[in-house]
Nanobody, 124 residues
Framework: QVQLVESGGGLVQAGGSLRLSCAAS????????MGWFRQAPGKEREFVAT????????VCADSVKGRFTIFRDNAKNTVSLQMSSLKPEDTAVYYC?????????????????WGQGTQVTVSS
C-alpha cells in the first residue's frame, strides 16, 4: 500500500506562484509513474501533469503547459508541482496519484493510489 499526502495549497493572487508537494509513504514510489490531477467544483477530475519513474519524461496538459512543472525526488519519495502565472481558472482541489507502472499516464483510471487533495484558490 502507498499513502500519499499533498501539501502546499493555498490562496494566491492571479499571476502568482505556488509549489505543491506530494509525500509518499508505505513503500517507495521510485519505480512508479506519478501524476497531478485537479477537480473544480461541479467538474470531473482532470489531468494536469505526469512524470515517469526516473523523472526523464514529463507531460503537462495544454492548459498548464509553460506555466506548471512537475518534478520528483526519489531519494525523498516525493513529487512536486511548481505552478507559476496562476489564473483564476486554476482554482481546484489538486490531487497526487501514483501508478503501479513506470510509464506516464494521463487518465485517472490508470492511477491506483490517491492522496486526499490540497485546495488551490487563485483570486482575480
Amino acid at each position: 500500500q502507498v499513502q500519499l499526502v499533498e501539501s502546499g495549497g493555498g490562496l494566491v493572487q492571479a499571476g502568482g506562484s505556488l509549489r505543491l508537494s506530494c509525500a509518499a509513504s508505505g513503500r517507495t514510489v521510485s519505480s512508479s509513474a506519478m501524476g497531478w490531477f485537479r477537480q473544480a467544483p461541479g467538474k470531473e477530475r482532470e489531468f494536469v501533469a505526469t512524470i515517469d519513474w526516473s523523472g526523464a519524461t514529463t507531460v503537462c496538459a495544454d492548459s498548464v503547459k509553460g506555466r506548471f512543472t512537475i518534478f520528483r525526488d526519489n531519494a525523498k519519495n516525493t513529487v512536486s508541482l511548481q505552478m507559476s502565472s496562476l489564473k483564476p481558472e486554476d482554482t481546484a482541489v489538486y490531487y497526487c496519484g501514483a501508478r503501479t507502472s513506470v510509464r506516464i499516464a494521463t487518465t485517472t483510471r490508470e492511477y491506483v493510489y490517491w492522496g486526499q487533495g490540497t485546495q488551490v484558490t487563485v483570486s482575480s
